[in-house]
């Protein structure tokens, strides 16, 4: 089960976070978040992917940002269209498409997007586009139509481990677990002590 830690910010966090290598860590660039990233972020190892978050951005701003922080992915939340998936696929980065879910979802809006993005995203849907801190009903997804690997997300926590298992039981392809605020000290601030031990119990599944 892959890990991707979202929200980073400092330094010294990112730094200890590498130690753990998750698969993928993420930034964002969305400049409402408490978690918002305006200054130069560190360059990480290979093997962890850096993720840039944008909501509605423009094209532009996607693509000079790619540039300068050097992101092999880019997760999109907002309400992007499946061309506009398409044409930040040409930047050659991954693309995370997010749906935000409450007490019902609509799965065939999925199929416009089949083939213009690499991955879904099931986050909560809340107040903000993501970081909410707590989860919807993860027994919708039984109703999930599509073979495309996701990323589930929406205040995941320690506590989850064991429902997170029991996804891992049924045919649906889970493809990492996205954590936030969940294990947080501060917004943008992760605590490792906690993380820690997750990623061990998740890399055992």
Same mark, same amino acid.
């Given at each position: &089960?892959?890990? #991707?830690?979202?929200?980073? %910010?400092?330094?010294?966090?990112?730094?200890?976070? $590498?130690?753990?290598?998750? !698969?993928? &860590?993420?930034?964002?660039?969305?400049?409402?978040?408490? %978690?918002?990233?305006?200054?130069?972020?560190?360059?990480?190892?290979?093997?962890? #992917?850096?993720?840039?978050?944008? $909501?509605? *951005?423009?094209?532009?701003?996607?693509?000079?940002?790619?540039?300068?922080?050097?992101?092999?992915? $880019?997760?999109?939340?907002?309400?992007?269209?499946?061309?506009?998936?398409? +044409?930040?696929?040409?930047?050659?980065?991954?693309?995370?498409? *997010?749906?935000?879910? #409450?007490?019902?979802?609509?799965?065939? %809006?999925?199929? *416009?997007?089949?083939?213009?993005? !690499?991955?879904?995203?099931?986050?909560?849907?809340?107040?903000?586009?993501?970081?909410?801190?707590?989860?919807?009903?993860?027994? +919708?997804?039984?109703?999930?139509?599509?073979?495309?690997?996701?990323?589930?997300?929406?205040?995941?926590?320690?506590?989850?481990?064991? #429902?997170?298992? *029991?996804?891992?039981?049924?045919? +649906?392809?889970?493809?990492?677990?996205? $954590?936030?605020?969940?294990?947080? %000290?501060?917004?943008?601030?992760?605590?490792?002590?906690?993380?820690?031990?997750?990623?061990?119990?998740?890399?055992?599944?």
């Amino acid at each position: &089960m892959k890990l #991707k830690v979202c929200g980073m %910010r400092e330094t010294e966090n990112i730094e200890a976070l $590498v130690e753990l290598q998750p !698969d993928y &860590m993420g930034f964002i660039f969305w400049a409402l978040s408490s %978690r918002y990233v305006d200054q130069p972020t560190p360059v990480l190892m290979d093997s962890i #992917k850096k993720t840039g978050v944008f $909501v509605d *951005a423009t094209p532009d701003y996607i693509q000079s940002t790619i540039q300068e922080h050097h992101l092999q992915a $880019v997760q999109l939340h907002g309400e992007e269209t499946p061309a506009y998936c398409s +044409l930040i696929n040409e930047f050659e980065v991954e693309v995370i498409k *997010a749906f935000s879910i #409450k007490n019902q979802f609509d799965f065939s %809006r999925l199929n *416009a997007y089949e083939t213009s993005c !690499d991955y879904f995203l099931f986050d909560t849907k809340g107040a903000l586009p993501g970081g909410n801190g707590y989860g919807f009903d993860w027994t +919708l997804l039984n109703a999930y139509p599509s073979n495309k690997p996701f990323f589930l997300s929406g205040g995941i926590g320690p506590e989850d481990i064991e #429902k997170i298992k *029991a996804l891992t039981k049924t045919d +649906l392809p889970l493809f990492a677990i996205d $954590v936030n605020s969940k294990f947080e %000290r501060s917004p943008g601030h992760k605590n490792i002590e906690q993380i820690t031990p997750f990623k061990q119990q998740l890399d055992e599944l």
